[in-house]
């Protein structure tokens, strides 16, 4: 059965740092892209990074560019979202999603993810 298991948030001041986990479980890690996506109360649910399982190739949304990094460790199949220089705007419920493809021209797209974790409450203060 597909389980994706996020870990790692909480509240942290503007400027800290973060590091989010997502085990993954049930599926061949390799053979499907991942993402990252996170959603505030009353906002849509926006693509924050995803990285392709297969190659290591990363995507990032322009808000979060040079201040997140995506990775993953293949052998613990795990997904890891590392966000740093933290600011309010990032304050969200972080989700850990998986596509039934390998590659996502439109990664952005939750409707191009066909399972979800429970998420991860990321609370960043002024």
């Known amino acids: 059965q597909v389980q994706l298991v996020e870990s790692g948030g909480g509240s942290v001041q503007a400027g800290g740092s973060l590091r989010l986990s997502c085990a993954a479980s049930g599926f061949t890690f390799s053979n499907h892209f991942m993402g990252w996506f996170r959603q505030a109360p009353g906002k849509e649910r926006e693509g924050v990074a995803g990285i392709s399982t297969a190659t290591g190739s990363t995507y990032y949304a322009d808000s979060v560019q040079g201040r997140f990094t995506i990775s993953r460790d293949s052998a613990k199949n795990t997904v890891h979202l590392q966000m740093n220089s933290l600011k309010p705007e990032d304050t969200a419920m972080y989700y850990c999603?998986?596509?039934?493809?390998?590659?996502?021209?439109?990664?952005?797209?939750?409707?191009?993810?066909?399972?979800w974790g429970r998420g991860t409450q990321v609370t960043v203060s002024s």
């Open positions: 999603a998986r596509s039934a493809y390998s590659f996502l021209s439109n990664w952005r797209s939750a409707n191009n993810y066909d399972y």
